[in-house]
């Protein structure tokens, strides 16, 4: 009786979900994709973790610029072609459903705040990354980046090889808590637990995203993860709330115009300036994820430059002759004036993030139905935006695996489709962090550069990306120095 009621209920609720759905599974009959099994769907081809990213290339090889893919009862929809990207990055805003698991660390932030929140955030904060805001901080990336090039000197020896991933992500910790925060966790001179924390932190939310069973809060919060996560997120936001509550406090009891000034202020006293729109808990979840968007991915872009210029050694000549050309033999250190001088630099970290974006993948939620032209995707499914496919598709780009920064020029720059080419995302939604970003870079790298040569034994060829929200060299971006 018991096992009748059971498969009753069971059946009604099956043929309920696919009436309500029924749209969905119309259209997405007209959508290319791989086998999908009842139940699991095609959710068996990504069963193995370290299998995701080439089973992923090989399903996008097969099917071509829009596929699908049923992971159990889910429909996610993957594309690549640029016009349709632009159509999804203007018009779905809102970010796929997998991007709640990091509201533990981030709360209502910029990266996970549904659309509404999200706008009012938007708009409010960016008035803190204004041009006179970040060239307040070039001093900040100086000074960081010649303490790296003082650590460096532990390293110089052309026989040893060594990841350089380490030392960058310390220094673009000291820089981005300086930027965000006003203090320094002077992360490259003693152990930090900040940057452990920030880091299992980050590797814990991937791990649930494609382990299922973790997907519950319940299950979650219950795992060995899951009280991982928490111990973590205990200590960073511990660390960051105590800054954030004692300048919040410091700014509401003395509103003066020494807090309007715009002189060299970190985005935290920025943010608490542009009025009460901010509450301590957004201001703090907004800090945080400065540090972890910021830290994370200036590391990754500084760390696959060095290592194409270690395998592209004529380019590292083009490269250091720009830089002598403005510093000649003075040892001055950089100035916000010279960033723009360094053209051929900007076009050697663009063609990097080309073939290497540090942020592979972005998704987000079809909240109504969008007409591609050729298809629509259907309310209800999620739409994955392979960048990486899309800065290697060879109808966009000649020969896509040459490493060719002349690809950059504006000349060439303006034959491309906007969409072609998107390592920060696109649209109104995409990164508020890009000028950030490309001038620490640059002044990370001229500072390196300015004192050594760099090698490597790595080869394109070897080079694999892992899967990851900001992706990394697997086996370690491994360089040796010498002294220019
Ligand atoms: C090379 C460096 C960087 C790359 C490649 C990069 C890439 C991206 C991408 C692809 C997104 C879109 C994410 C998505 O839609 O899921 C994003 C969003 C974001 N990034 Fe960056 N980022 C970089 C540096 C930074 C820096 C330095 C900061 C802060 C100081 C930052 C802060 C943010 C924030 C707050 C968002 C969310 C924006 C919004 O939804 O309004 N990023 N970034």
């Not at 959710?43 to 996008?60: E, G, P, R, T, V």
């Not at 938007?122 to 204004?130: V, W, Y």
């Not at 990336?141 to 960058?168: A, G, N, P, Y």
Request: aromatic share 10%; proline share 5%; with cysteine.
């Amino acid at each position: 009786m018991f096992v009748w009621a059971f498969l009753v209920i069971v059946s009604f609720w099956f043929v309920h979900h696919h009436w309500t759905r029924r749209k969905l599974y119309t259209l997405a009959a007209k959508i290319p994709g791989p086998r999908a099994y009842p139940l699991i769907g095609s959710a068996y081809l990504f069963f193995s973790f370290k299998d995701i990213a080439q089973n992923a290339s090989k399903i996008m090889e097969k099917y071509g610029s829009i596929l699908k893919i049923w992971m159990f009862n889910a429909l996610v929809v993957v594309v690549a072609k640029p016009k349709h990207v632009q159509i999804i990055l203007t018009k779905c805003l809102e970010k796929e459903t997998r991007y709640k698991f990091a509201k533990d660390a981030f709360g209502n932030s910029l990266l996970t705040a549904p659309v509404a929140t999200w706008r009012s955030h938007r708009k409010t904060i960016n008035p803190a990354f204004s041009q006179q805001i970040l060239d307040s901080f070039v001093d900040i990336f100086v000074k960081h980046s010649q303490i790296l090039v003082r650590k460096l000197e532990e390293e110089v020896d052309d026989q040893k090889t060594f990841d350089v991933h380490e030392h960058l992500s310390r220094c673009s910790l000291d820089i981005i808590c300086e930027t965000a925060m006003g203090t320094t966790v002077d992360a490259q001179t003693k152990p930090s637990k900040l940057l452990h924390a920030t880091r299992r932190g980050a590797q814990i939310l991937v791990e649930r995203c494609v382990r299922l069973w973790l997907h519950p809060n319940i299950t979650f919060r219950l795992s060995q993860r899951g009280r991982e996560l928490k111990e973590v997120l205990d200590y960073v936001q511990g660390y960051t709330g105590n800054l954030v509550r004692k300048r919040y406090e410091e700014f509401h009891s003395r509103i003066d115009d020494n807090f309007r000034d715009t002189s060299r202020k970190p985005f935290l006293e920025h943010l608490l300036s542009l009025g009460d729109q901010m509450t301590f808990l957004e201001l703090r979840n907004e800090v945080d994820l400065f540090i972890t968007a910021g830290s994370d991915t200036v590391t990754t872009t500084t760390g696959y430059v060095l290592v194409c210029l270690g395998m592209y050694q004529h380019i590292q000549q083009e490269i250091i002759q720009e830089i002598d050309e403005i510093f000649g033999i003075s040892t001055r250190p950089i100035t916000r004036d010279d960033l723009p001088k360094l053209k051929y630099m900007e076009r050697v970290i663009k063609e990097t993030m080309r073939l290497y974006p540090p942020v592979p993948l972005i998704a987000r939620s079809v909240t109504e139905d969008i007409d591609l032209g050729e298809l629509i995707l259907p309310a209800g499914c999620s739409v994955v935006v392979g960048i990486i496919g899309m800065h290697r598709d060879p109808e966009t780009w000649t020969d896509p695996l040459k490493f060719d920064p002349d690809r950059f020029t504006s000349e060439e720059a303006a034959k491309r489709h906007p969409y072609s080419y998107i390592p920060f995302s696109g649209g109104p939604r995409n990164c508020i962090g890009i000028k950030f970003s490309m001038m620490a870079v640059k002044v990370l790298l001229a500072t390196i550069l300015r004192s050594y040569k760099i090698h490597t034994d790595i080869k394109p060829q070897d080079i694999k990306l892992s899967v990851e929200i900001v992706s990394k060299m697997i086996g370690g971006a491994n360089i040796s120095i010498s002294k220019r």
